[in-house]
Nanobody
Framework: VQLQASGGGLVQTGSSLRLSCAASGFAVDTYAVGWYRQAQKKERERVSCISSTDGSTNYADSVKGRFTISRDIAKNTAYLQMNSLKPEDTAVYYC????????WGQGTQVTVSS
């Protein structure tokens, strides 16, 4: 089981990015998938997740209304659309299953300049 996050970059405040999470070894419609982030000197936190069954979504208060999680079952990929980015969104972003988690990958760096 592997999940590979990509799509990060260096952007300015107010910009948008779309992160991708390519899954292998399992189907994204059989396990809930979450997006997590870890800023320097901080604990990893979950920012969003999408249910395996009905695709329902959940967001951390800090990103609600700005981030949107989605999935493409045919591509076995989850996405995180991030709009109105703020400097405090700067972190390494990871994706993983919500349960029976895989080994954490390298993540993708998102840096938002002010």
């Amino acid at each position: 089981v592997q999940l590979q996050a990509s799509g990060g970059g260096l952007v300015q405040t107010g910009s948008s990015l779309r992160l991708s999470c390519a899954a292998s070894g399992f189907a994204v419609d059989t396990y809930a998938v979450g997006w997590y982030r870890q800023a320097q000197k901080k604990e990893r936190e979950r920012v969003s997740c999408i249910s395996s069954t009905d695709g329902s979504t959940n967001y951390a208060d800090s990103v609600k209304g700005r981030f949107t999680i989605s999935r493409d079952i045919a591509k076995n990929t989850a996405y995180l659309q991030m709009n109105s980015l703020k400097p405090e969104d700067t972190a390494v972003y990871y994706c993983n299953k919500m349960i029976l988690q895989a080994t954490w990958g390298q993540g993708t760096q998102v840096t938002v300049s002010s």
